[in-house]
């Protein structure tokens, strides 16, 4: 049984010597106590010394102790016999310079930063709700003030990320044809910057516009960025046929004669045409181009023609049915010069053409068929030759099906005949399918393929609703007398 006696006596001795653990250990063997009186001193001396250091123990070798250990031993022990203070200060120097054993370089791990360097990014912990990546862009709309038609427009838009994982651009899709895309498919790390380049054709508008690309990213359908490029066109060069008219047909059998396009200038601004050039082929490297140019100056830097003349041969029978003619001609306006398209396209055609390969009769035709208060829907398909010395007659008209009816007539004899498709019938059974018909037109040329045309009529099909039984619970109950 411990002794309160005891317990003052380890009290003033722990005071004394609070951090003098080997003359406590030395008092207790002394004194020879019981287990439990020395268990009892152990605990008293754990809760008297919380918060304290020990310090080093006097048989420890200097070489093991820490640098504030030593540090304390030169404060406390000036007059040290192991080691003297200069020994001790000496000790502390090199301690100091060989904290930690260098690694190799692979495994090291720079720091953590919050600095921001160029082309790298630092991590921090997440929070507990991972926010998405998030695309910025301070510049999402480029207005090139006004540029010469026929110019193309490039600029590049700056993407951030301001998310805290990569952004990945999935895809950059223009709202026109016109619109060209560069820097698809990129991944933009945190705190990063990426660029989408844009390029617009301005040959064939004029005034002014606005186009649009629409950003696919990972960050989700909330994070819509959508980039505008806009400006005026001016119209320093007009072009005549315009693009949109300009176009050759060339029959098998008839030479195609030249084209003439002719430039001359839409404003007071002058202009010089430098070079003309197409580096089309007619079948590949190696084959005669498609088209030989010449280019005549009507009046200096502000009349030209350019005379087009395709190089195909009289006989086409193989399976190309166009060919497009890409001619650039590299102009001069004051102090800028660009390449100035002037595309034609060559559209390749047998000698008897017909005008449509289809017909289509639409849900209303098809619901009207059959009203005597309605006119029943027809469709008119040409049917010529294209060949000023070719004649050639309709043998007959074949129909595979039950919902249409056809009838001939001639517009001018040999040359040309209108074929009328008409509607004549309801289809009785719904679905949600078309129907489609076939017309087989017979003529009696010599060439095997031009003998037989062939064109379908498609039919919008009706869609009618099942007559479903009623579920006896859903029945409606007749009301008021009784039975």
Known sequence: MIKSNDMLTFGKKIKASPKNRSGLRKDLTEDQFCTKTVIAALLVCSIACVGCQPGPSAGTPAEELTVSELEELIRKKKNAEELTVSELEELIRKKKNNTTKPLPADNVTEPLSSEKKDGSYSLKAPPNKHPQSKVSSDGRTFDWGSVMQGEVVTHDFKISNSGITPLIIEDVKPACGCTTVGGKEQVIAPGATGKITLSVDTLRFTGRIRKTAQVITNAGKGDKTTLIMQGEIEVVIIQEPSPKERGLTKV?????????????????????????????????????????????EVEAESHYELVVTPQLPLELDGPIRFYTANIIANVTVEDKTFDLPLDVPISIKKRIDVSSASVYFSREEVENTGNPNTVPATKEIRIKSLHPDHTFNIAGVRIQGEHIKTSVETITPGKEYKLAVQLAKKPEVAGTQRIIETILIDTDDNDPTLQEFTIQAVLHRITMRKNRPIPPSKAIKPTGGSS
């Open 252 to 296: 098998s059998g008839v030479p195609l004669k030249p084209t003439t396009i002719v430039l001359r200038k839409g404003t007071e601004k002058t202009f010089k045409i430098n070079r003309v050039s197409c580096e089309n082929r007619i079948a590949g490297r190696g084959s005669p181009s498609l088209v030989s140019l010449q280019l005549l």
